[in-house]
């Protein structure tokens, strides 16, 4: 067994939950911060140490893994700066690199280690990897040697460049602009034919032609309802990501914005694809 740390984890989410739970069955003390946070990250949160204030897990953790929406990361990495932190920061959310880099520059580039995650919660083994990046990602990947979640450390050469130092971003972003990207595209083309009075013409020739495209609609509608409130931020750091690269960054600009308009549906149980499209189509009117 690797040894024993003391690890917090900003903020037991979905995610970040089972983030916590694969550290504790690799045998590590994880500590979380009730400060602000909800009932529900509370609950997700047993089993882990409490502490009150950033100051006060900052001052028993060894290290400190962000994993929070994309649209709170710089803000948290900052808050977590002001504190004194002097062990290593591993931001695991869906960011730009250019974010990531920013995050490395607020932490001190030798204490940052950067991540991406790939899959659902991690409930069960095989589903879901962490990708670690940088000098410390191997070290890093080393805390998780039991548990669902599988850690991944990136290749990196001693005084490697920037772009190895913030690959695990880079992975997640090009993983997430095909993945989130289809889901955007495939909803907007529902409220698109819904919208010009050809919804179920549009259905039946799926039927005919392209069967999957019907039940994939109805899937992606109930998997993306309650999440696009923190999709937005990500298909922002997307088109970010590409427009760094030199490459057309529209397309993820306009998956945010669909993306946007469904964040009135947060909180709610899965949606149907039909409330899905009212909602894309309630804000295109106002
Ligand atoms: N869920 C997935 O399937 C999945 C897959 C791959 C990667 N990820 C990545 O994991 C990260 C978190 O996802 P998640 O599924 O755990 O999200 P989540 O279930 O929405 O949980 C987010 C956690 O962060 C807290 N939070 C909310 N707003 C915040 C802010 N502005 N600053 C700091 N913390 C905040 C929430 O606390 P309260 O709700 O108590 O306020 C909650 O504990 C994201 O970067 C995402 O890209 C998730």
Not at 100 to 124: C, F, M, N, R, W
């Amino acid at each position: 067994m690797a040894l024993q740390r003391n690890i917090g984890v900003l903020h037991p989410g979905a995610m970040g939950a089972t983030v916590a739970q694969t550290l504790l069955d690799s045998g590590h003390q994880v500590g979380w911060v009730s400060a602000n946070r909800s009932a529900e990250t509370a609950q997700r949160a047993r089993g882990c140490m409490p502490f009150d204030s950033l100051d006060e897990i900052a001052a028993w953790a060894d290290a400190l893994i962000s994993v929070c929406p994309p649209h709170g990361a710089v803000e948290l990495a900052e808050r977590v700066h002001a504190t004194g932190f002097t062990g290593l920061y591993v931001d695991a959310n869906a960011l730009a690199p250019s974010t990531s880099l920013k995050i490395a520059e607020i932490i001190g580039t030798g204490a940052y280690v950067d991540g991406g995650i790939i899959g659902p919660p991690a409930i069960d083994a095989g589903t879901t990897r962490l990708y670690l990046s940088g000098q410390h990602g191997a070290g890093v990947a080393h805390w998780f040697s039991a548990g669902a979640l599988k850690a991944v450390a990136l290749p990196f050469d001693v005084g490697g460049s920037q772009q190895q130092q913030v690959a695990a971003s880079m992975l997640k972003m090009s993983y997430a602009a095909y993945s989130k990207g289809a889901s955007a595209l495939l909803l907007s083309v529902n409220a698109l034919a819904e919208a010009g009075g050809v919804a179920d013409a549009l259905r039946s020739e799926w039927a005919i032609s392209a069967p999957d495209l019907l039940k994939r609609s109805e899937f992606t509608a109930k998997m993306t309802s309650g999440k696009a409130w923190r999709f937005q931020g990500e298909m922002l750091e997307i088109s970010e990501t590409y427009s760094n690269a030199g490459l057309p960054d529209d397309f993820h600009a306009g998956a945010a914005a669909i993306y946007e308009r469904m964040s009135q549906l947060k909180d709610l149980p899965p949606q149907a694809l039909d409330a899905v499209v009212a909602a894309i189509l309630e804000r295109s009117r106002s």
